[in-house]
DNA sequence: CATTTTTCCTAAAACGATTTAGATTAAATC
DNA sequence: GATTTAATCTAAATCGTTTTAGGAAAAATG
C-alpha cells in the first residue's frame, strides 16, 4: 500500500550534489511545496505520502539549506552573545560560552559571539543584528543601569536576555547574581576577622552590578561605624599588572589599610601580588574576599575568602530564557532569576 | 552633469523597511543588476551611474543581506573555530578566540564557534561546515598526527588552516610551537638544577603536540643519562582536582621523583597542590617546568620555570591565513609559520 | 444523478542577490 | 551612408525555501 519512490535513490546519489527539496521531489515523485509541507507535518498532507517523503529525505540526508530557510522566513537559527573584547572575556566569558554551547547541543540552534570594543557604542553591535536579522535572539552581558541597548530591543520587540540587570529588567528574562548581599557579606566578613580599613577594587561604575556591590558594602560599613574606600581609578577590570602597580602606590598612601574586597580574579591576584611584595602576608596583616567565576583563587592563596559566582548556570539559564523567547513569545516571559550563591563565604566565616 | 536620484530620498525612508538593492534601485531609477553591478565596481557600468548608486547607497544605509549572497553565491562571510568543549576551552582558546575577534574587525567576516564533544566524532563538525556551507573556512585545533580532519579538508579543497601539525602539514597553512625544543629545553633547565626524576604530565598522546613534546624531553633525557617519566593516566587536560589526587598518590609511590614538567596551567597548579599539601617548597624540594598561555603562574609560584605559548600570535596569524586562503587561493600557500617561544625559559636558567 | 464538501496535491510568487545573455544606443570604421 | 564596435543598460533565470491560492479527484450529501 506505501507509495514508492519514483527515482532509485542511487541514481540520485550518483552525481553527488547537496540534497535540496527538489532531490527529494524528483525521487519521490512530488511538487517541492509538497515535500516542504510534508516534512513540517502540515495537516493537509496524507500520511502515506508524509511517509514516503521522510524516508526519502533521511535516505539521501536531506538537510534544509541555511540560507533558503533564512531568506524566506528570516529566522536564522543563530542565538548571538554580546561580549565586550576586553580582558573579561579571558574568562567569565568563556565559561558562559561553553555553557552555552553545551545547552543549544541537540537544537537546530548555533552560537555567534558578536564582539564590541571599548572604544566603540555599545549599540553597534546590537543595531546591527536587529536589522540585518544576523540572529534570532540576543544575550547581552554586563548591563548599565540604564541600558540603552535594553531599551533599544524592548522597542524593537527583538527577543533577548541579560546577564545582568537594569531599570528595564522587570520587562524581559534576566540573569543577575545577588550583588548587594555580596557587598554586605563581604564587609561582614572582614568585620568578624577585625578589619577597619577596608578598601573595595569593584567595576567601573557604569556596570550595573558595580552600583549594587558597592551599594551593599556601603550600607554595611556605615552599620558597622566604617568608611568604605573606592575609587574608579584602581577597579576590577584592570589587568594584573596595573592593580598590582596601583595597590603598591596606594599602600604608601594609606598604610592603614587592612582589608581588600575584589570583584574579580585579576583584581585579587594583582592585590596579592602587591601586598607580598610588602612582605605582608594575607590572613595575618591583611584579609582578602574575592569574588570569581572559575575557582581558582582558593588554589592561589588558601587564605582568602572567596565568593564563586556560577556562570554555567547562568549560562545555561540565558540560553533556555531565549530560545523561549523566540519559540514561545506568547508565554508569559520567564521568571527573572536571582541566585544568591554566598553560602561558601558564609561557611568560611 | 551627474545622475540624479528619480525618487526622493526621504519617499523612500517614510516607510521603513530594510533597503535592498530593489530599494536603490527604485530610488535611482535603474534595474536592480545594474545597482548590483554598480556596487561591485564592474566595468561595463558608467562611472556617473556608480557615483549615484554608491551616494544612494550610502545615504539609505544599505547592506546587503547575507542570505541573499550566500544562496547565490555559497559565501557565507564566516570564519569557524571548531573546538573542543573540554575544559581547555577555558582558557587558551578564549585568548585564541579574542585575537581571532580584533583580527577581523574592520573585514567583512565574522567568526563563529563551532563546538565538537569529546563523546563524538570529531569529522562530524567538519563535515557538517563543508557539507551545508555553513563557513568560508575553518580553523582547525589540537591536530592529531593523522588527522582525518585535515585529510578530508584537503581532498575537498575546502579552506583552512590548523593550530598544531600533522602529516599533512606541508600542505596547508599552520601555526605550531616547537614543543620538541621545549621538552629538550625543559628536560636542560632541570638537569642544571639537579634534577634527575623527571615525571611530564604531557597532552593526552593522541595530539600531534604531545608526541613532539614527549619525543624532546625523552631524547633529551637519554642524552644525560636520565630517564623521562610519563603516563597517559596523569596528563595536561584534566582536570586540578584530578591532577592534584593522582600526583598526590604517584608520589607515594615513586618517592624518589624531584621535578615535573606541566603542558598546561591547570595541571601545574594541580602539581602544586599536591606537592605542597606534602610539604614540599617549588625551587627547593622540588622544580617545576610549565607551560602555558596565559600569563598566570608566574604569579601562582613564583619559582617555577615557565614557557609562554603566544596564543595571541596564533590567532592574529591563523585568520591571516584563512582570509587569504580564501581570497586569494590562487596565491602560493602561506608559509608554514614556527615560533619557538623559549627565550623566557632559556633567561631563567 | 447532480451538487457540495473534503482530501490532497500543484502552480506561482516571493525572499535578496548575482550572473548570463541580450538589447539599445552612441561612437567608430570603412 | 552602411556596418561594425564599444559602451551601457535591462530581462530573465537562478540559488532553496515557504506561502498563498487554486485545482482535480474522490467522497459525502441531497
Redo the contacts between chains.
Keep these: 500500500m506505501s507509495k514508492q519512490p519514483k527515482v532509485p535513490i542511487s541514481a540520485a546519489l550518483a552525481s553527488y550534489r ?1 540534497p535540496t527539496l527538489k532531490t527529494i521531489a524528483e525521487l519521490s515523485g512530488l511538487a517541492v511545496p509538497t515535500v516542504s509541507r510534508a516534512l513540517k507535518d502540515a495537516p493537509d498532507i496524507n500520511s502515506e505520502t508524509k511517509k514516503l517523503v521522510r524516508k526519502v529525505a533521511t535516505e539521501i540526508g536531506y ?1 534544509p ?4 530557510v ?2 524566506r522566513t528570516g529566522r536564522t537559527f543563530v542565538i548571538s552573545l554580546v561580549l565586550s ?1 576586553s580582558n573579561e ?3 567569565h ?3 558562559l ?2 555553557a552555552m ?2 545547552e543549544l ?1 541537540g537544537t537546530p540552534y ?6 564590541f ?1 571599548p572604544d566603540e557604542d555599545p549599540m553597534t553591535p546590537v543595531r546591527y543584528v536587529v ?4 540572529a534570532d535572539a540576543l544575550i547581552l552581558n554586563e548591563t548599565t543601569p540604564d541600558d540603552a541597548r535594553v531599551k533599544y530591543l524592548l522597542e524593537r520587540g527583538f527577543p533577548f536576555a541579560t546577564h545582568g540587570r537594569s531599570r528595564y529588567c522587570e520587562q524581559h528574562p534576566y540573569f543577575d547574581y545577588d550583588n548587594l548581599s555580596f557587598g554586605r557579606i563581604a564587609v561582614e566578613a572582614l568585620v568578624q576577622k577585625k578589619r577597619r580599613f577596608i578598601w573595595m577594587l569593584a567595576p567601573p561604575p557604569q556596570h550595573n552590578y558595580a552600583l549594587n556591590m558597592i551599594e551593599g558594602a556601603k550600607t554595611a560599613c556605615t552599620n558597622q561605624g566604617l568608611t568604605l574606600y573606592v575609587s574608579e581609578a584602581i577597579n576590577s577590570e584592570q589587568s ?1 599588572e596595573e592593580v598590582t602597580q596601583k595597590v603598591t602606590e596606594l599602600l604608601k598612601n594609606e598604610p592603614q589599610l587592612d582589608a581588600f574586597i575584589c570583584a574579580s580574579t585579576n583584581a585579587a ?1 594583582g592585590v ?2 602587591a601586598l607580598e611584595a610588602l612582605g605582608k602576608t594575607i590572613g595575618v596583616d591583611m584579609d582578602i574576599v574575592a569574588k570569581e567565576a ?1 575557582p ?1 583563587l582558593k ?2 592563596r588558601p587564605r582568602m575568602l572567596i565568593m564563586q559566582e556560577d556562570v554555567t548556570a547562568a549560562g545555561t539559564w540565558l540560553c533556555q530564557a531565549v530560545l523561549q523567547a523566540i519559540e514561545h513569545p506568547e508565554r508569559a516571559p520567564l521568571q527573572n532569576l536571582e541566585i544568591p550563591q554566598f553560602a561558601e563565604l558564609e561557611k568560611q566565616l
Design positions: 547537496k538537510v539549506h541555511p540560507a533558503g533564512r531568506l573584547t572575556m579571558m574568562t566569558a568563556a565559561r560560552m561553553a554551547v553545551k547541543r548555533h552560537l555567534i559571539i558578536t564582539p570594543f536589522e540585518t536579522g544576523a594584573i591576584i596579592t601580588a572559575i581558582f588554589l592561589f
